[in-house]
């Protein structure tokens, strides 16, 4: 299977005064394969979104290479970087925030239409209609109403409309059900496993739900404070995790029975470190059960120990 898209020593930083930046993303490099759903889970603050919108150039990341489908967009602007996007979309957490409340849905599906160049009303009137249909909307129904008359689900299957109306290659989703209800949350995921299948999509899935990740994913990649900890399959990484960090993201999973005891992360008490100030070396050291002085000194590399197997840490659980 080959890569669609290949991120290589991605970096993102912030500034926010006094010659400070936040570290959110710090040279990370990661593959997404043709066809494959890609989870990519951590905390709050891991960088996520950043890494995210820098490989959509929203904005351009401050170093490193984004290659899609043959395309270097860190290189591109104007009108080259325009001819990109259309293949390259996105579906935010906020489904409702997300869409502009004074427009009518037709008018908010057809917008990437209008934006990209196609400029007859009849041929974007039919692309609209046809991809309402194919998440569940009725056209006669949804057509000239607005965002507020509509559930959480509702606006979400109307963004996913709007980024499926390009027929793109490549959708990013950001926390896309981490706003809904958990009965809601169901109906979008067998949608988007829908979509993913009908129109041959790439997905990068972005989520906090374990749980939601393991149902969708092909592959999974973990970050923590701005670096990747581990990148795996799917099923062999929920089985036997191999990076410190995963492991605690897996025994902080709760049990669905309030007699079951939380599991124990075996994290070091503490605060986690800022991204302003991250720690040298290993950046899980001060919160690692297992580290030692090399954790400090040693960036841990990103390698592979067993086939299509990778963790970036000096002593992994397994291997």
């Given at each position: 299977m080959s890569d669609l898209l290949n991120i290589t020593g991605l970096t993102v930083e912030y500034p926010v005064g006094g010659g400070r930046h936040v570290h959110a993303v710090s040279d990370v490099t990661l593959a997404v394969r043709q066809g494959e759903t890609l989870g990519l889970v951590g905390e709050s603050g891991s960088g996520k979104s950043s890494l995210a919108r820098a490989l959509l150039q929203l904005p351009p990341p401050k170093a490193g290479s984004v290659l899609f489908d043959g395309n270097e967009l860190t290189e591109m602007r104007g009108e080259a970087l325009r001819a990109v996007r259309p293949r390259l979309q996105m579906i935010f957490q906020d489904p409702i925030a997300s869409l502009n409340p004074r427009r009518r849905v037709a008018e908010i599906v057809a917008e990437p239409l209008v934006v990209s160049g196609v400029r007859d009303p009849a041929e974007r009137t039919r692309r609209v209609r046809a991809v309402m249909e194919a998440v569940g909307l009725d056209p006669d129904v949804v057509w000239t109403r607005r965002p507020h008359e509509f559930s959480g689900g509702q606006c979400q299957r109307i963004a996913i409309?709007?980024?499926?109306?390009?027929?793109?290659?490549?959708?990013?989703?950001?926390?896309?059900?981490?706003?809904?209800?958990?009965?809601?949350?169901?109906?979008?995921?067998?949608l988007l496993d829908d979509m993913k299948a009908r129109f041959g999509l790439t997905l990068l899935f972005i989520a906090h739900d374990l749980a939601v990740v393991k149902s969708v994913s092909d592959r999974v990649a973990v970050m923590y404070l701005g670096k990747l900890c581990e990148v795996a399959d799917s099923a062999s990484l929920f089985a036997t995790p191999a990076h410190p960090y995963t492991a605690a993201l897996m025994a902080a999973i709760p049990e669905p029975d309030p007699d079951v005891p939380l599991g124990d992360t075996k994290l070091k008490p503490g605060d986690p470190p800022s991204p302003l100030n991250p720690p040298s070396g290993c950046r899980f050291r001060t919160r690692c059960p297992h580290g030692v002085d090399r954790c400090a000194t040693e960036v841990p590399l990103l390698r592979e120990i067993a086939p299509g197997r990778e963790v970036a840490c000096h002593f992994p659980l397994i291997g």
């Open positions: 409309a709007r980024a499926l109306v390009l027929e793109p290659k490549l959708i990013v989703c950001d926390e896309p059900v981490s706003a809904l209800d958990v009965s809601i949350r169901a109906q979008i995921l067998n």
